[in-house]
């Protein structure tokens, strides 16, 4: 079973627009929702450090 680790979500198998990122503490699953609203924070995040 998958369980995000933002939200808590959990799924059976690997949906649809589900992440899977590997860290040293192994792998790290991240729903559609939240990968999407990720996505938005690293792109922000990423514009504040240019400055
Ligand atoms: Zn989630």
Do not use: Q
Request: net charge negative.
């Amino acid at each position: 079973m998958l369980i995000c680790a933002w939200c808590g979500a959990n799924a059976e198998a690997a949906p649809l627009g589900w992440t899977v990122e590997f860290t040293r503490r192994g792998p790290k699953y991240m729903c559609d929702h939240c990968s999407r609203e990720n996505l938005c924070a690293i792109e922000g995040r990423l514009e504040t450090e240019l400055f």
